[in-house]
């Protein structure tokens, strides 16, 4: 991803000093125009601005130590690491009280994403910050959405994001586990969702669940017997389903909770208020 971002702003005249872990892959990046160096604290020297695109929070923590001390004054630092909202929220924190300019700004894209300046990207924080980087931020990216003065929000959001890409993946692995079962190829199975897409209820049944309101389109006890059906015939066939019976376990603790006339949706009753 960091490559994509490199190549992307030297495509837009940027001049870019470039740092990885992996000095090599730093030093393929200077056929782009960009400069390659060993040190972190060196490349960030004389910056207006510096990109870090890391793996998790010790990273960051990591890298941004090390650079400090080369920081020009009013140079911002512009995270575009997948954090946790907690960590995220107590860096932000300790860097203003240190006079250091931070915006979190994780994105959903992909290598092809960032050289493109297409997807999405996420930012929030003080909108004194945010502002001035508004122009630039939407030169590397097709959206830049802006989620207000909380600090870890964009963390947050971006976890919900990528919670929601992990249960349709293993949702898929089930559903090819079961197909497997009865002798029809994923490739097939798949014909169905050209068709009948799941993930209209994010925006249907999710407005309503997160409004609390349950009034039963789909009884849970209903669910919950499909549900039986699904395992029944995986086991019928010796397949084993990885995540439906967690979802099972869910629906038969709800049900117990008095909720097997509700929609499904009430699954989630304890957590909106």
């Known amino acids: 991803m960091g490559a994509g971002f ?35 604290a060196a490349a960030a020297k004389g910056a207006k601005r510096l990109h870090l695109s890391l ?30 909202p907690t960590p995220t929220k107590e860096r932000a924190e300790r860097l203003a009280a240190r006079g250091v300019i931070f915006q979190h700004a994780p994105v959903f894209m992909g290598p092809v994403n960032t050289r493109e300046g297409s997807g999405i990207m996420l ?29 870890d929000a964009a963390a947050s959001y971006k976890l919900f994001g990528n919670m929601m890409l992990f249960f349709i993946t293993s949702g898929l692995s089930d559903v090819f586990a079961l197909g497997q079962s009865l ?7 798949m014909e ?13 049944r999710g407005k309503k669940m997160a409004s609390g309101d349950f009034s039963a ?8 017997k499909d549900i ?34 509700d929609d499904f949706g009430a699954i989630a009753a304890n957590y909106v208020k």
Do not use: C
Request: hydrophobic content about 40%; aromatic content about 6%; cysteine-free.
């Open 6 to 40: 490199v190549r992307k702003q030297r495509e837009l005249g940027e001049h870019v000093n470039v740092w990885n872990r992996s000095f090599e892959k730093a030093k393929a990046l200077e056929a782009d125009g960009a400069h390659a160096f060993e040190d972190p």
């Open 228 to 261: 039986r059906l699904m395992i029944e015939e995986a086991g019928r066939h010796n397949v084993t389903l990885d995540t439906l019976p967690a979802i099972a376990a869910v629906l038969d603790r709800s049900i117990a909770a008095g909720h097997g006339n």
């Open 123 to 151: 930012a929030s924080g003080p909108k004194a910050i945010f502002d001035p980087l508004e122009p630039t931020l939407k030169k590397m990216t097709t959206t830049v959405l802006y989620l207000g003065e909380r600090l």
């Open 183 to 189: 002798d029809i190829k994923a490739s097939d199975a």
């Open 55 to 84: 793996s998790d929070d010790a990273s960051v923590d990591s890298v941004i130590e090390k650079i400090l001390g080369s920081l020009e004054p009013g140079a911002v630092i512009v995270d575009h690491t997948t954090t946790a």
């Open 192 to 204: 169905l969702f050209k068709t009948f897409n799941p993930g209209n209820a994010i925006g249907g």
């Open 217 to 224: 389109a789909f009884e849970m006890t209903m669910a919950r």
